[in-house]
């Protein structure tokens, strides 16, 4: 859960791959950008109401201990696969899944609902669900 904190994708897999030895394989998971809480975060962070919305669905504790802002330039399918292949990257698998992220965000009474609506839809082929993993293999030439 990084990816989505980069504000300049291209230095972020350019540097990633400049670690990587050829053939090397980057395994990524970050918020799915897709998926309707990371378009509500953002809407938010547009906003400047981020860091409240966070601390009124979360408290201000757990806020305040992990909250770092997002940039989310980095966690939708379409920008790795572009950026990546500019930083030297092929062979991109991604996926999407939900592992139960979104739940603390939910009040109490939603959280039945929202278990029984990833269930039905995951695995659908179109369906967004919140978490994305991206795998990202090293072209073999040297850049």
């Known amino acids: 859960y990084v990816l989505e904190h980069a504000t300049d994708p291209d230095a972020v897999?350019?540097?990633v791959a400049r670690v990587l030895r050829p053939g090397g394989i980057f395994l990524a998971m970050t918020p799915n950008g897709r998926h309707w809480v990371s378009?509500?975060?953002r809407v938010a962070h547009r906003l400047r109401a981020e860091g409240a919305l966070l601390t009124l669905l979360r408290g201000r504790r757990v806020?305040?201990?992990y909250h770092y802002p997002a940039?989310?330039?980095l966690n939708?399918?379409?920008v790795l696969r572009e950026h990546?292949?500019?930083a030297g990257f092929h062979a991109l698998a991604l996926a999407t899944f939900d592992h139960g992220d979104v739940q603390p965000y939910l009040p109490p009474l939603v959280?039945?609902?929202y278990d029984r609506w990833?269930?039905?839809v995951e695995g659908r082929p179109g369906r967004e669900l919140v978490c994305l993993l991206a795998r990202l293999e090293r072209d073999h030439a040297r850049r």
């Open 13 to 15: 897999l350019r540097a």
């Open 39 to 41: 378009r509500a975060t």
């Open 63 to 65: 806020a305040a201990s």
């Open 71 to 73: 940039a989310h330039r």
């Open 76 to 78: 939708d399918a379409d």
């Open 84 to 86: 990546g292949a500019r």
């Open 111 to 113: 959280r039945p609902l």
């Open 118 to 120: 990833a269930r039905r």
